[in-house]
């Protein structure tokens, strides 16, 4: 059983920057397929972005060129930098593994077997 749990939501006024991040309990970065996803209020939940084990990276088109994954392999850490937030960025942010190909379960929340608790973020202005 894989353990997720994510770190680094907070509060920030429009334009600024937060860097999440989601430490694993095994071999994750290694071993998953992992992805960020956020849901707001009344939403359905949505990949933001989405990464493999050799480091090949996709992203939603509304983040492209605001928000970097990362994955720091020494320490286990899926990390998400955002910056220049928006408003409707607003949401919970979820990390996300499976042990499947990215190419098979990328796309979907169903494709993601384990899950953190989410952490918020709140952009105003």
């Known amino acids: 059983q894989e353990h997720l749990m994510e770190s680094g939501g907070g509060s920030v006024q429009a334009g600024g920057y937060l860097k999440l991040s989601c430490a694993g309990s095994r071999d994750t970065v290694n071993s998953y397929c992992m992805a960020w996803f956020r849901q707001a209020p009344g939403k359905e939940r949505e990949e933001v972005a989405t990464?493999?084990?050799?480091?090949?990276?996709w992203y939603a088109e509304f983040v492209k060129g605001r928000f970097t994954i990362s994955q720091d392999k020494a320490k286990n850490t899926l990390t998400l930098q955002m910056k220049n937030l928006k408003p409707e960025d607003t949401a919970m942010y979820y990390c996300?593994?499976?042990?499947?190909?990215?190419?098979?379960?990328?796309?979907?929340?169903?494709?993601?077997?384990?899950w953190g608790q989410g952490t918020q973020v709140t952009v105003s202005g």
């Open positions: 996300a593994a499976d042990l499947a190909l990215c190419s098979v379960v990328k796309g979907s929340p169903l494709g993601f077997e384990f």
């Open positions: 990464i493999d084990r050799n480091g090949r990276t």
